[in-house]
């Protein structure tokens, strides 16, 4: 295989199918996560297709916008310690530690509510794929 080849690989075809499969499991369309990638929803069938090489730029891309490691889409699996460590970075974080504080001082009920508040939050942000889940305008609101 001559890497300056524009044709598209039996490799381009396995990165698609695991660009598929992802976005499948996260019960995303092809529009959404086109938009949340930044190509078209052409774009998103080609390259799922293995009909189009995908540049580093777009793995980046399509690894943020559907929470993985580059290195996904090259067969590496998902890991408990990946993820893991991401929830810890939080959890350590200003935000993380101030958040804990405040979750620990209500009741049970009160988190209850609270919990379904974001994890809606979440969904919604994996479906639009906006920045940290909030626009910065309703920052203010919450």
């Known amino acids: 295989m001559s890497l300056d080849s524009k044709k598209p690989t039996e490799l381009d075809a396995e990165i698609g199918a695991r660009i598929r499969s992802r976005r ?25 297709q293995g009909a ?7 793995l ?9 490691h580059v290195g996904y889409f090259f067969g590496e699996e998902l890991s408990a310690d990946y993820e893991e460590s991401a929830i810890m970075r939080f959890i350590h974080s200003p935000e993380g530690v101030e958040l804990n504080e405040a979750y620990t001082r209500l009741d049970d009920d009160k988190r209850r509510m609270v919990l379904g508040i974001v994890e809606d939050m979440g969904a919604l942000h994996s479906r639009l794929g906006t920045a940290n889940g909030v626009h910065s305008e309703n920052r203010a609101c919450m």
């Open 60 to 68: 980046v891309a399509f690894a943020s916008a559907l929470s993985v």
């Open 24 to 48: 499948k499991a996260l019960k995303m369309n092809q529009t959404e996560l086109g938009l949340a990638a930044g190509v078209s929803y052409q774009q998103v069938v080609k390259y799922e």
């Open 52 to 58: 189009n090489r995908a540049a580093s730029a777009a």
